[in-house]
């Protein structure tokens, strides 16, 4: 039955997408952090130029506000990456599920086709 192998075919494709899309999530959340570190390490040494840590004083650097406005945006887009990510991975989950059903629908029909082949060969044989 084709219809089965382009079913199979079909979910492979899915599969094999979701797959691809939780890799790219990985590399979004992993580029994320490390830019975040870039930017923890620019605060600091910012801070230890200008000698204020405090964020309330009046001359604590600007630079160093406003990298900690890019850390933390970095950080929240990095926490909804992770949601997306576990969304996705329940997804692929669903997709491999999906995959397995049909690959076994296939093999049996398969198997109901060598049997009945086998069958008509031996009537004619």
Known sequence: ???RENLVRLKQFQ???KRRQLMQLDSMIAEFDRM????EMQIVAEEKKAGITDLNHFAYPTFA???RQRR???K???HDLAQQRAAAESLLSEAEAELSK???LESRDRTTREAET??????IG
Do not use: F, I, T
């Open 1 to 3: 039955m084709k219809s």
């Open 36 to 39: 975040a570190n870039e930017l």
């Open 76 to 78: 929240n887009s990095q």
């Open 15 to 17: 599969v094999n997408e």
């Open 118 to 123: 086998g069958g008509r060969n031996a009537m």
């Open 102 to 104: 049909a690959e076994m």
């Open 65 to 67: 506000k406003a990298a």
């Open 72 to 74: 933390d945006n970095l």
